[in-house]
């Protein structure tokens, strides 16, 4: 009795474990909702979701589309909003639609839309990067999926969407590191009517999906640092702009672009900026800071350009009267659809509408929205106003409408894009106008007697830029993709503080044996890494180290290293400026400081405080881009420094263990509080004995202490 109630369990047990691995296996391709991949290869660096659509929101801030990378809070994505909608449809259930649509986004995962697939493929390994031991790389290993040294792009993610349409979405995302070609991402989309309609390999469908039509409406905040100067709400878009180009494009399309005219108007696009809030009382555009330095802050234009339409499902050549829409479209006024219940069809209706052309709510245009509504380059329109959205204005993009048999699929090729005036134009333009120092010289050469028109006239060029991408990135699609490479970076990159010098070595590029190999750049900054970068050195191919010299004591330094080839792989000019090409910087700079450090102190009676007083009027004569540095100079080489205000409350803690005879302090508290002004003590104790190793004399002995006192004046 007892055998056979032992039988029947284990039968249970092998029945349970055999029904869990087939529904592992029938469902072995499904990836999570939050699933993501990074690119940070080039100056535009970005992530993109396994469900196949991006919301930048990441419950603190908008997060994507960062250009230019170098520089902090530069992220530009807020939403982009993503529909498939067909007509005369029959579900899996055999019921009838009259329209059924499909939105992309988190909230529908696992309902009508199943990712299958979310991977990175990068032509050669991620460098790996030490600043004084420490891997600083290492969290970005995760990037990559797999190798595939014949790729040309950088970096190529390929995703894979089902939905309950049984119409499958594959896009690729093409990333380059050259630099006429890093600022964009060139997105390749296929549609398959698949007729699955779920995670399985089981196909659903065989239907014909007829009248597809796909849409969009992308918002951009370009960008976040600029938008949180300019507030009241363009931290979601509430107050950009968008235009278009391309009206003439069916009469251009053959057309040729060269570096002699590397801008044309013709390109089919549409791309926003960031406009006048009306809540503010001066000129807002380019975002200056107006209460420091007047550098601007939102230069970006940000947007997309089509590279190719098949015409139909049997026709492959590009169809130069799509997209069927291109302009403008209010940020938050859509038909909500998703539910996939009965209910939702006539928001489905309205949905198709909106992908046919028709602003949903009327609050959307194909023509160029800033040149119907602003008078003059100084006119202080808000953007919010003519639609009165909260959420702004998306640039509108669909395509349509496609028949498609089972088994067909239609490609469609877009290039998102940001560029504008160099950060470099934002200090100098913005200082100018913040000083109103005439006299103001404009783009042109000419010279303007209006501030405003001056500083507008520069934020503006960024349209000829970002057509400038666009361009670019045309002419790349059409040489399919066989621009001019640069070297491969060097593999490890190391780079170590030392007493005497900053020592910086690395193992030598692949492309060493390439006959145009030209050898290596080192750029270097000071106080923290997103600030301007100098070159210090250029060396001869073979050469694998570099000692600087240069560097003072007390200041931190970041670098980054590039190799560089002679140009002539790049000489026909058919994808871009001729002349040299480099390795990307964002492959080995540094994030972590590097410092030259003092040999430690001989004696407890030598420790000094840097500055000492602390004059906060003074930061520009202390530490460069650290303007609440202080540092304990002469210090033994193991000990905690305790820092007391003059009551004395312990407000920070240092444990100084590096062996060197200098540690600085960024004058927080460890409860993160920007200290006051007033006089502080500094408490030192060594930790642990120290005998010097040339004479053998014992220099300091553990539980010896010294006493500094230190003011602040903020």
């Not at 296929?190 to 409406?217: A, M, P, S, V």
């Not at 590009?318 to 209910?343: E, R």
């Not at 913040?434 to 520069?458: C, H, M, Q, R, V």
Request: glycine share 8%; hydrophobic share 35%.
């Amino acid at each position: 009795m007892k055998s056979g109630k032992y039988k029947s369990f284990t039968f249970s047990i092998l029945l349970i474990l055999f029904i869990l691995i087939y529904l592992q296996s029938d469902i072995s391709g499904q990836v999570p909702s939050t699933e993501k991949r990074y690119v940070r290869t080039g100056s535009l660096q970005s992530h993109f979701s396994a469900y196949g659509s991006e919301r930048a929101w990441n419950n603190v801030y908008y997060e994507g589309l960062i250009w230019p990378a170098a520089y902090k809070d530069q992220d530009n994505a807020i939403i982009k909003r993503f529909w498939i909608a067909a007509n005369d449809f029959v579900d899996v259930n055999n019921e009838q639609w009259e329209v059924f649509g499909v939105y992309f986004a988190e909230g529908y995962v696992d309902q009508s839309l199943f990712p299958i697939e979310l991977k990175q493929t990068a032509k050669f390994a991620l460098p790996t990067i030490y600043v004084d031991g420490k891997n600083i790389s290492a969290p970005y290993a995760r990037d990559i999926d797999e190798l595939n040294p014949e790729q040309i792009p950088d970096r190529i993610i390929t995703n894979v969407v089902n939905t309950s349409m049984g119409l499958t979405m594959t896009r690729r995302i093409l990333a380059f590191s050259q630099q006429y070609h890093n600022n964009y991402f060139i997105k390749e989309f296929i549609f398959t009517n698949t007729g699955n309609i779920n995670y399985d390999e089981n196909i659903e469908l065989t239907g014909t999906l007829k009248g597809l039509r796909i849409g969009q409406g992308v918002r951009y905040s370009v960008c976040r640092e600029g938008a949180n100067n300019i507030g009241d709400g363009q931290q979601w878009g509430k107050h950009s702009w968008v235009t278009k180009r391309g009206e003439n494009y069916a009469n251009q399309s053959n057309t040729v672009i060269t570096e002699q005219n590397p801008i044309v108007d013709w390109i089919r696009c549409a791309f926003s900026w960031a406009g006048q809030s009306a809540n503010n009382s001066y000129d807002n555009i380019g975002a200056p800071k107006i209460t420091t330095t007047g550098r601007l802050t939102a230069p970006q234009h940000a947007g997309i350009a089509v590279l190719h339409v098949d015409k139909s499902a049997t026709e492959k050549d590009d169809d130069p009267f799509q997209p069927a829409v291109l302009g403008w479209h209010a940020g938050d006024t859509y038909p909500s659809v998703g539910n996939l219940q009965k209910t939702d069809e006539p928001n489905m209706i309205k949905l198709y509408d909106m992908l046919s052309g028709n602003p949903h709510q009327g609050l959307g245009g194909t023509d160029r929205m800033d040149e119907t509504y602003l008078s003059s380059i100084t006119d202080r329109v808000d953007p919010f106003t003519i639609h009165n959205d909260g959420g702004g204005t998306n640039v509108w993009i669909c395509y349509g409408p496609f028949d498609l048999e089972h088994g067909e699929s239609i490609r469609i090729v877009e290039v998102e894009a940001v560029n504008g005036i160099n950060r470099q134009l934002c200090e100098s333009i913005g200082k100018q106008w913040l000083e109103a120092n005439s006299p103001y010289i404009l783009p042109d050469g000419s010279t303007a007697t209006n501030k405003d028109e001056f500083k507008n006239s520069w934020v503006y060029t960024g349209k000829d830029s970002i057509m400038l991408s666009f361009g670019r990135a045309k002419r790349n699609f059409d040489l399919d993709y066989q621009i001019p490479q640069p070297p491969l970076p060097p593999a490890i990159f190391n780079v170590q503080s030392g007493g005497d010098r900053i020592s910086l070595s690395w193992s030598a590029s692949e492309s060493e044996a390439d006959a145009d190999f030209a050898g290596y750049k080192i750029f270097r900054a000071v106080g923290k890494p997103d600030t301007t970068y100098e070159e210090i050195a250029s060396l001869a191919p073979g050469v694998s180290q570099f000692d600087d010299i240069t560097a003072v004591r007390g200041f931190s330094y970041y670098y980054y290293l590039v190799a560089f080839n002679d140009g002539s792989n790049n000489a026909s000019g058919e994808a871009n400026p001729t002349g040299q090409l480099q390795s990307s910087r964002f492959y080995t700079q540094t994030t972590e400081p590097a410092y030259l450090r003092r040999k430690p102190g001989t004696a407890l009676d030598s420790i000094r405080v840097v500055p000492n007083p602390y004059n906060i009027k003074a930061k520009a004569l202390q530490y460069p881009n650290e303007p609440d540095k202080i540092t304990f100079l002469e210090i033994p080489p193991y000990c905690k420094i305790k820092i007391f205000t003059e009551r004395g409350d312990l407000i920070h803690e240092i444990d100084h263990n590096d062996g060197s005879g200098d540690e600085s302090w960024n004058s927080v508290t460890s409860s993160r509080q920007i200290v006051v002004s007033g006089v502080y003590i500094a408490y030192f104790e060594v930790t642990q004995d120290y005998i010097d190793t040339e004479t053998g004399k014992l220099i300091y002995k553990k539980g010896q202490n010294a006493i500094r006192k230190f003011a602040i004046i903020r």
